[in-house]
């Protein structure tokens, strides 16, 4: 059984993908861009902006900021209101914050990240909530869940677990020895799960995992409907 489970915030705890594709939409226009085609715009959902824009769109490095500071702009105005939690996805935090600790771990700069918890009735699950910093450099999603995880000490990282959509969530994780599950109901490619230690079809799945006492090597949990 776990202790911890971090959980990734866009794609993964809620849906806020209409809001940030149509931020995104904004930001290329204004900067007399053609967007993006969708299965690429799709693709920014997740990792941090200034890596989306530069691997996704090519954008030179010396445009980056102002890039992610005009997405910003349009997103605060009315796309970080768009969206919701996943089906489920109330009644599994209530579920499992009963018995482990919750926390997020995502690369939406902090004050969005808990903007958006608010708004959607979420922040009260989590005790902890760590978004990126670029004041601070706190960008990347390993370092993002290295703070986390100091904020439980005493755990040892075999008792946490993150739960993501994309392959940035999963390689963390393995990277830092922890174990992982993979969204399949979020943004991510089937390929990104590859090195997941689980995946999951909806929410209501995840707390079988991890009340588990028996470590599995890899697990897709499939329901007939």
């Known amino acids: 059984m776990k202790e911890l489970v971090m ?11 209409p809001g940030i594709l149509d931020a995104l939409r904004k930001t290329f226009w204004e900067k007399g861009m053609e967007p993006p085609a969708e299965e690429i715009l799709h693709r920014f959902i997740g990792p941090p902006l200034t890596e989306s824009f ?3 769109a090519g ?40 018995r482990v ?21 979420l922040r009260d699950y989590f005790d902890v909530v760590v978004g990126s910093d670029l004041a601070t450099g706190l960008m990347g999603k ?22 993501g959509d994309r392959s940035f969530d999963i390689e963390a994780a393995r990277s830092l020895g922890m174990d992982s599950v993979g969204a399949l109901y979020g943004y991510g490619q089937l390929d990104e799960f590859a090195m997941a230690t ?13 009340w588990s006492k028996k470590p599995k090597e890899k697990e897709y949990l499939t329901h007939e409907e």
């Open 7 to 17: 959980f990734d915030l866009d794609g993964t705890l809620v849906e806020t993908g």
């Open 142 to 163: 390993e370092q993002i869940m290295v703070k986390v995880l100091a904020q439980y000490p005493l755990l040892h990282v075999s008792k946490a677990m993150m739960v």
């Open 54 to 56: 530069h691997l996704f």
């Open 198 to 210: 689980y995946c999951i079809e909806k929410p209501s799945e995840l707390p079988e995992i991890v």
């Open 59 to 98: 954008i030179a490095k010396e445009q980056l900021a102002t890039m992610v500071d005009t997405f910003r702009k349009h997103y605060q105005q009315d796309g970080i209101y768009r969206g919701g939690p996943y089906p489920g996805m109330v009644e599994t935090l209530a579920s499992l914050g009963s």
């Open 101 to 121: 600790s919750l926390a997020v771990a995502t690369a939406k700069p902090q004050e969005s990240a808990e903007i958006v918890l608010q708004y959607f009735g």
